[in-house]
Structure formats: C-alpha cells, structure tokens
C-alpha cells in the first residue's frame, strides 16, 4: 500500500471510494445514495468555488479564531528533560475542540444546499456542541444524537448545547455511547433527507464525510506549517507529531501537510484510547490489530467480534470512545506513513494531571491520551528533538469525572 | 427452471392477489421459537424473509432493533441461522426463504463461505440492506451463479438512470422501500402516491416482481394489495415483543397476525 504524494490524503481513493483499495467506501442504504450523491457533488463544486474558500477563510479567522497558538511547553520540557515539548493550542478555537472546523463547514454546506436542518452526532459532546453553534450563528435547526451515557458524563457540553437551541436526542439502544448515537443520527437522516443535512462529527462514515470532515480539519496543519517555519526558520530535522485518534479528525488536521514529509524528519504518531487498565475492553482498534470490517458505512479497522458483531468499548474519554476508526488513518497504518499505540485511562489521567501541573493548559482527557505518549517517550529523546502535541480540546467538559477520579475541583 | 421466488408470484398472481412476505429475525426470541413462528406463519406467508441481527443496524427502526437485539442476547449465530433454514426447508422444501442483514456479517464470513452456506441450507434469496448498487455489483453476479436470488432494493430518492441500472441488473425480484423511513415507520406517504412509483417501476420490464415494503401494517395492507407483493417485518416484531411483555404464546399471536394480513388482500 503506498502513498501518492502532492494530493491531499482526502482524495487519494479510488473511484469506489475506497483508500488503499480496501478502506472506506460508502456502504449505505439506497434510500441514502441519492444525498450522498448531491453532497459529494455540491462538496466539490464548492471546494473549488473561489467565493466558498473566502467565506470559508472569513468565518475560519473570524467566527473560530484562526490560527490557534503554537507554544513550547517550558516546564514540561525542563522536568522531563530530552526532547523540547510543543504544543498547538487547538482548544483555543471558539467552543474549546477542534470540532468547530467541520461543524462551521458543514453549515456552511447545508445553507449553499438550501436545506434549514442540520443534524449531528456526538460523542463527547464537543462535536454537537460545535454544531449548535454553527447552527445558531447560520440560522439552521438542529438536532443532535448522543448516547444516554455520554449525556450523563458529558453535562456541560450538554448545557451548551440546549443554550444555542439545539434538541438533543437521547439515543438507549446498544452501549448508550457514541457508535450508537451515529447509527440512530443515520437513521434520522434515512427518514429526512429530503429536507435535513447530516454532519458526521469525525472523519468517519460514507466516503464523502470523511473528506468533508478531513477538508475542514486540515486548516490546523496549515497553520502549524507557517507557525513551524517561524519559529523554527525553517523545517526541524526531527519532529513527533503526537495526536490523540478517536474518529481521528483532529489527528489527519494536524497531520495532512506533513504526510509527504520522510517519515525519519517527521514521525506522526496516533494515540488510541486503550481504556481502563484492568479492563479487556478499549476503543483502540489500530494499534491493538482490530479486523477490517464495516461500520457506519465506512470499511475500517473495527472493534467486533469474529460474527461481525461490533463490540463494546470502554474509556475515560467519550470523544475517543468508538469502535471503528477513520478509513484514511487505517491508509496511513498500513502504509506505515503514521505510528499507532494506546494510553490507559489511567495514563491519560496521570498525564492530565502533570501537564495541568507545570503548564497552564487544562487539556481534556482526549489529548490527554496524546500527551500521555509525549511523555513516555519524551526523556529517552535527544534535545533537538521537537515534540509538538495537538492539544485539541478543553477539560472543562471533563469537570465531572475529574472531580470523581482525582478529587479535583 | 423457474426459482421458487418466482413460482410464489405466479401462485400469488393466479389468485388474483399480492403474494404476503413476512420479516422475522432468527432467533428472536430463541432459536426454537423462531423456527416454530416460521413454521407457523408460512402457513399464510408466501415468501419468508429472515433476518440475521446485527448489533449496529443503520437502517432498522426500533421494533426491529428490538428483536435484532433479543436474538443477539440469546446467542444467535450465523450457524445458527443456516440451521434454521435447514430445518424449516425440511418441512417446507417449496416455501421460499430470503435471508436478510447487513454486509459486514457476511464479509465476516467470507462472501464465498456464505454464498456456499446458503446454497447448502437451501436460501433462495439475498437482501443486503447496506450494500447498495453499483457496490453489489460483484456480489450479486456471485449469487447468480449459485442461484440465488440477490434483491435490489429501490427507495423513492432512486433516480430514473439508477433505476433503470439497477432493474436491468435485478434477477426475479425488487424491493421498492415505500418511503424515506427505517424500518417500521409510519406510512407518511399516501398509497396512491405509493403505486404510482411502484408503476414506474414495473413499467420498465414487467416481468420483474416488485414487493412494497416499509410501513406496512393491518391498517395500510389492503390499500396496496395492487402490487406484486407487500413486506410486513415490524408489525410482526413488534407482536412478539408484546407477547413475551405479557407471557402469552408468541407463536399464536404471530400466526394470527399474519392470517389476519393474508385475509385483507384475498
């Protein structure tokens, strides 16, 4: 499997929609395949509309508030010792996450369709409410699917979310978590897609949201680029990308302008989440060699078991907490392009906890499990080693399990 | 050779009537039970459709999940399922069988493996709820060569170049989905509405037979009996569920049902 350079990663499938041959296509039910079909058309009438990509850049500057900051973390680097730890501050955009790039793209997308609703899914909560916002600021109505036990867990994004006017669905079927809010947020979609368009909150599902969401997303390596070239004066020689990977959204945003680099300069390395320690179950289907299967549409690496039955997952993050995986991040294992591994809750937390120590930076416990990885491997790594995590989300919507597990307030 | 599909429309059609599928899901509630309601209902059920549960179903609505997710807590499995054909065909060699789910259980398998499954236990049909054209293309050609049945299914979003596509590379059967819905909806559609897509259809080659499904229950049954054939899945879920809530025989209360559908478009 290899790896075409000068074409973003996004379009790198083939006429089937699949990356690498085998991963992602759009298995979908017939009633979705004429919508799926206008939005992949209008997707790429628009992406190349010059009028687009200015309203684009216009709300990407001023409604999120590009670019978010490239910082060395100091103190972190300093109690460490070896390689100097970076991070770029994603959490600065507007709402806290990462999530409100392919929110403000896909309301975007729905106004130039002229459709009025626009429904969502949601994990953590950071992706419906990121949509709510988008919603309200476009004038959209919005519905947003999420588990019955990411809502408990998730309260604040939840208040959130009700403030911009937004309905949420609870979803009780299955594990109550977020691969069950996507399937009832498609079945939504099956029964309204004449009048309603979806988002899918990752770089997940059909062929077309994957690229959609993976478009939007992409504006963080963009930035990091010119931040890197400042900073730096030109390309360091060795780098460690460092990406939490749930979906994996917010990881091939941090990645995508670096993919073309030699993987010795820059390494791009992806935490999954490998869930309580004691526990057999984790939502890290890469790097704990997951079969190929198909979910929500998509063929990944799927967390199943040998029937085909999607399995239970289990982690302290609810954004990384979902047993399927982005297509084009299962492309980058196989190609070798890009690094694998897993952090326990309880290295999350521990590494939440040392980052919030010696930085002011409160990171969520879903790049918690990024800097988990940071600094495991940060001591063993000569000094002109630069670490850059993407700190893609804000631990304000954790206040309720840090309370509980580190007695915090 | 004519397939047993196919004869079930010509017997249906001789009678002046649609010919009656029902939905059920192996092994809901236990792999016992589901064989003796099939048995049962095929009693007044021209083609039996049986679905093998998947646990992350896209396209169901909730009865259907419900029962989807009952025959998974009481361990179903796909051999299980081949079992059941097998052993309902035993008693019922000439009643048609379709089995229907969601791809990634038969990518699981292996495509080859199960094909060579169905063919063993005597399946005659297919229906892939997420494994749309041009995608099935291959799969589909797979089940021709093994005789069996691959249904396509045609929804109201179908384009007129996809339909005509998708008809031409059908074999004895199409499923027209009423309207945009899961499984079980209520029928938001009138019936008129209804038939005069399904004309469409049939318009461009008759010898095809197109069934109606989604959103048919004893209300709207008799308002469609104008088509090929009417799919009746969540009503028939929804009565075993309720069976079970209140301890009464399962088995009886779905025959009834069915006998009941059967009766309104005689």
């Known amino acids: 499997m290899r790896l075409k350079k000068k074409i973003p990663l996004i379009d790198q499938h083939d ?53 978010t900051s490239f910082v060395k973390l100091e103190n972190l680097s300093n109690h460490l010792g070896g390689a100097q730890i970076w991070a770029k501050i994603v959490s600065e955009a507007n709402g806290g996450a990462h999530k409100i790039y392919n929110a403000t793209v896909h309301a975007l997308i729905c106004k130039a369709m002229g459709k009025k609703y626009i429904v969502g899914d949601t994990g953590a909560g950071y992706a419906g409410k990121m949509l709510s916002m988008a919603a309200k600021k476009f004038g959209l109505k919005c519905k947003i699917f999420m588990g019955a036990k990411d809502i408990k867990r998730q309260k604040p994004n939840c208040d959130a979310m009700r403030k911009n006017g937004a309905e949420i669905i609870p979803v009780y079927s ?17 029964s309204n897609c004449d009048t309603t368009h979806m988002c899918v909150g990752s770089t997940v599902g059909p062929n077309i949201f994957v690229k959609i969401c993976g478009w939007s997303t992409a504006q963080i390596s963009r930035e990091l680029k010119i931040q890197i070239k400042q900073e730096f004066k030109k390309i360091p020689k060795k780098i460690k990308l460092i990406n939490c990977v749930g979906g994996g959204s917010s990881a091939y945003g941090f990645w995508s302008e670096f993919i073309d680099f030699n993987k010795s300069q820059i390494e791009l390395v992806g935490v999954e989440a490998g869930g309580p320690k004691k526990s057999k179950l984790h939502a890290a289907p890469l790097s704990r060699n997951a079969k190929i299967g198909i979910l929500h549409g998509a063929a990944s690496y799927v967390c199943q078991n040998n029937e085909g039955q999607i399995n239970d997952t289990e982690s302290i993050s609810a954004g990384l907490d979902y047993p399927g995986v982005s297509p084009i991040h299962c492309f980058l294992k196989d190609a070798k392009r890009a690094r694998y591994t897993y952090a326990t809750d309880e290295d999350a937390l521990k590494a939440h906890v040392m980052v919030t120590k010696f ?11 990024a800097f988990a990885e940071a600094i495991k491997i940060a001591p ?14 804000d631990a304000k919507k954790d206040r309720d399990i840090l309370r ?6 | 050779m004519n397939s047993l599909i196919s004869k079930a429309f010509s017997a249906a059609r001789a009678e002046n009537r649609p010919a009656l599928l029902t939905y059920t899901v192996a092994g809901d509630n236990t792999k016992k039970k589901s064989l003796e309601i099939l048995k049962s209902i095929s009693n007044y059920a021209d083609i039996c459709e049986l679905g093998f549960p998947h646990n992350t179903p896209i396209a169901d609505g909730g009865q259907i999940q419900t029962s989807a997710y009952r025959a ?62 041009p995608e099935n293309k291959n799969f589909a050609s797979k089940c021709k060569k093994r005789r069996i049945n691959f249904i396509q299914l045609v929804s109201p979003t179908t384009s007129k170049i996809r339909l005509k596509k998708i008809i031409k590379d059908s074999h004895d059967m199409i499923y027209y989905i009423s309207m945009l819905s899961t499984t079980g909806g209520k029928l938001k559609v009138s019936p008129k509405k209804i038939l005069e897509k399904y004309n469409k259809i049939k318009k461009q080659n008759k010898s095809k037979n197109v069934v109606i499904g989604f959103g048919i229950t004893e209300k709207t049954i008799k308002s469609l009996k104008n088509a090929d054939g009417l799919v009746v899945g969540s009503s028939i879920c929804k009565e075993i569920s309720k069976s079970i809530e209140k301890r009464q025989n399962a088995v009886t209360n779905v025959t009834n049902i069915v006998r009941r559908l059967k009766n309104k478009i005689l």
């Open chain 1, 174 to 190: 299955g594990s109550q978590t977020l691969v069950d809010a996507v399937s009832e947020c498609m079945r939504y979609w099956v």
């Open chain 1, 404 to 409: 509980e597990r580190l007695g915090k307030n």
């Open chain 1, 359 to 369: 930085e002011k930076l409160n990171p969520s416990l879903e790049p918690s499990h």
């Open chain 1, 380 to 393: 063993k790594l000569s000094k002109d080693t630069i670490i850059i995590v993407n700190s893609c989300g």
């Open chain 2, 72 to 133: 998974i807590k009481n361990g179903i499995k796909i051999n299980d399922v081949f079992s059941i054909v097998k052993n309902f065909k035993k008693l019922k060699k000439n009643k048609p069988i379709i089995l229907m789910g969601y791809y990634n259980m038969i990518y699981q398998y292996n495509e080859n493996k199960f094909l060579e499954k169905c063919k063993k236990s005597k399946v005659d049909g297919l229906i892939v709820v997420d494994l749309p054209y």
């Open chain 1, 15 to 67: 006429n089937n929609g699949f990356w690498g041959g085998k991963f992602g296509g759009s298995f979908i039910p017939e009633t979705l395949k004429k919508p799926v079909e206008d939005l992949t058309n209008e997707f790429s009438k628009l992406r190349n509309n010059k009028n687009f990509i200015k309203k684009r850049d216009y709300y990407f500057k001023n409604y999120i508030g590009s670019p």
